[in-house]
Nanobody, 119 residues
Framework: QVQLVESGGGLVQAGGSLRLSCVAS????????MGWYRQAPGKERTLVAT???????NYVDSVKGRFTIARDNAKNTVYLQMNSLKPEDTAVYYC?????????????WGQGTQVTVSS
């Protein structure tokens, strides 16, 4: 099992910044991806940004140039620096951890942290 603890959400005005953090613990995998998804009210959960253990990053187009994902592998922590926030970024943000075993991929989620951007 892998446990994920998120922090850093809150209320911010449009144009402001927030940084989310997520610490992973438990039975971690050497091959893994950590990242962030978000879910706005009445909508599906969608990818925001992910980062492989190799450093490969992936972003949804709407946040490119505004959000930056980073990892501290020694601390098993992933960060999401969110700048130039817009009201449409308002959502619950979920930390995600994917671990690849020999045969099976395992998928874990944090409890979510609310990000609210006021106009």
């Amino acid at each position: 099992q892998v446990q994920l603890v998120e922090s850093g959400g809150g209320l911010v005005q449009a144009g402001g910044s927030l940084r989310l953090s997520c610490v992973a613990s438990g039975s971690l995998f050497s091959r893994n991806s950590m990242g962030w998804y978000r879910q706005a009210p009445g909508k599906e959960r969608t990818l925001v940004a992910t980062m492989m253990h190799t450093g490969t990053q992936n972003y949804v187009d709407s946040v490119k140039g505004r959000f930056t994902i980073a990892r501290d592998n020694a601390k098993n922590t992933v960060y999401l620096q969110m700048n130039s926030l817009k009201p449409e970024d308002t959502a619950v943000y979920y930390c995600n951890y994917e671990g690849w075993g020999a045969v099976v991929k395992y998928d874990y989620w944090g409890q979510g942290t609310q990000v609210t951007v006021s106009s």
